[in-house]
C-alpha cells in the first residue's frame, strides 16, 4: 500500500527548551475533523536497549473527547478510497 503522505505534529511548551516546542498555545491536535477537547501530557525518563545502550525516551500522549468525522475505507484494494465515518467518544493517542 503507498505511503499516505506526511503527519504534523504540534509539542507546546515552554520556549527555549530541547528539544524544542511549539508556542504555547499551538493547537495540539493531531488528528484532523475533530470537534471537542484534547488533553495532553509529555512523559521523559531512561530506557537501555538489550546491547545496554542507554536513552532518554521522551513521548507524549493526547487525549480527545469529542465529535471525529473520518474516512471508512470503502475498498479494501485501493488506498485512500474512503467513505465518511462517524464517531462520538474519547480517543486516546500515545
Same mark, same amino acid.
Given at each position: 500500500?503507498?505511503?499516505?503522505?506526511?503527519?504534523? /505534529?504540534?509539542? #507546546? *511548551?515552554? #520556549? $527555549?527548551?530541547? #528539544?524544542?516546542?511549539?508556542?504555547?498555545?499551538?493547537?495540539?491536535?493531531?488528528?484532523?475533523?475533530?470537534?471537542?477537547?484534547?488533553?495532553?501530557?509529555?512523559? /521523559?525518563?531512561?530506557?537501555?536497549?538489550?546491547?545496554? $545502550?542507554k536513552?532518554?525516551?521522551?513521548?507524549?500522549i493526547?487525549?480527545?473527547?469529542g %465529535?471525529?468525522? *473520518?474516512? %471508512?475505507?470503502?475498498d479494501? $484494494?485501493?488506498?485512500?478510497?474512503?467513505? /465518511?465515518?462517524?464517531?462520538?467518544?474519547?480517543?486516546? %493517542?500515545?
Amino acid at each position: 500500500m503507498p505511503p499516505y503522505g506526511r503527519a504534523t /505534529s504540534f509539542f #507546546p *511548551g515552554p #520556549p $527555549n527548551q530541547n #528539544p524544542p516546542f511549539d508556542p504555547m498555545n499551538a493547537d495540539p491536535h493531531v488528528i484532523t475533523n475533530f470537534r471537542g477537547v484534547t488533553a495532553m501530557g509529555y512523559t /521523559s525518563g531512561p530506557a537501555m536497549d538489550g546491547q545496554g $545502550n542507554k536513552y532518554i525516551v521522551i513521548t507524549d500522549i493526547r487525549v480527545y473527547q469529542g %465529535e471525529y468525522t *473520518g474516512g %471508512e475505507i470503502a475498498d479494501p $484494494n485501493s488506498a485512500g478510497a474512503t467513505k /465518511s465515518a462517524h464517531a462520538r467518544g474519547t480517543f486516546v %493517542e500515545i
